[in-house]
């Protein structure tokens, strides 16, 4: 199936930084969407976006679906260390059964 | 939001034997549930969509005859890794959309991390 691009596939920061990961595809999506995996667990979702150009905020947490429709980016400000896990990106298309693309993950890691 | 109970959370079982996974939605119904796979450090992929009364559709390359899928409720569907071997050790994850919604938005259970010896 398709797959996402998603980078950083890591970064380890201080705790209080903002961060910033993005997502890109070769093909057009009608919803991002971005989850998040804690280790052993399943993705939980953060935040789901609709519209091209749309910006949504979940707390901390900040997405933006792109005007092309085939690239995403989400910003957590002010970094804690329970925000360590992997972030996927994942694309939504309504073509076909299989209709939600994944990224490749982003780890991050906050350093106290 | 919805809840997915997946179970059993970790299983360790010897090559040959086969092993069940579950996957229940606890306060909807779900007329599709999905399954993944996911190895270490990795995204996750998807293995069959799980239709309520009806066969499951597989994507390529996942053999319908070893990964079993029964999706006989609205709230249940089941994975079967037949005759286990230790390739197959992987974290299986289900999720499940909520029956009359053509949405999104997936409820995601907690995943089952396989080790076949």
């Known amino acids: 199936g398709q797959q996402l691009n998603q980078s950083p596939q890591s970064m380890f920061i201080q705790e209080g930084e903002d961060v910033s990961m993005n997502c890109t595809s070769s093909?057009?999506?009608?919803?991002w969407l971005w989850y998040k995996q804690d280790p052993g667990e399943g993705p939980v979702l953060l935040i789901a976006?609709?519209?091209?150009?749309e910006l949504t905020s979940n707390g901390r947490l900040t997405a933006q679906f792109g005007i092309t429709r085939k690239d995403s980016f989400l910003n957590i400000s002010a970094s804690i260390p329970s925000d360590v896990g992997i972030y996927f990106c994942a694309g939504h298309r309504w073509t076909g059964a299989n209709n939600l693309f994944f990224g490749t993950g982003t780890r991050l890691t906050v350093i106290p | 939001g919805a809840v997915v109970s997946q179970h059993p959370s970790w299983v360790i079982c010897k090559s040959g034997t086969s092993v069940k996974i579950e996957c229940r939605s606890l306060d909807f119904q779900a007329t599709t549930m999905f399954w993944y796979r996911q190895f270490p450090k990795q995204s996750l992929m998807l293995m069959a969509t799980s239709n309520e009364g009806s066969k499951a559709t597989y994507e390529q390359g996942v053999e319908k005859d070893k990964f079993l899928i029964n999706h006989a409720s609205l709230t249940l569907s089941t994975l079967t890794v037949t005759s286990a071997h230790p390739e197959d050790s992987s974290f299986y994850i289900c999720?499940?959309?909520?029956?009359?919604?053509?949405?999104?938005?997936?409820?995601f259970g907690s995943g089952t991390q396989l080790s076949v010896l």
């Open positions: 999720s499940a959309r909520e029956q009359g919604q053509i949405n999104e938005k997936l409820f």
């Open positions: 976006l609709y519209k091209a150009g």
């Open positions: 093909s057009i999506f009608n919803t």
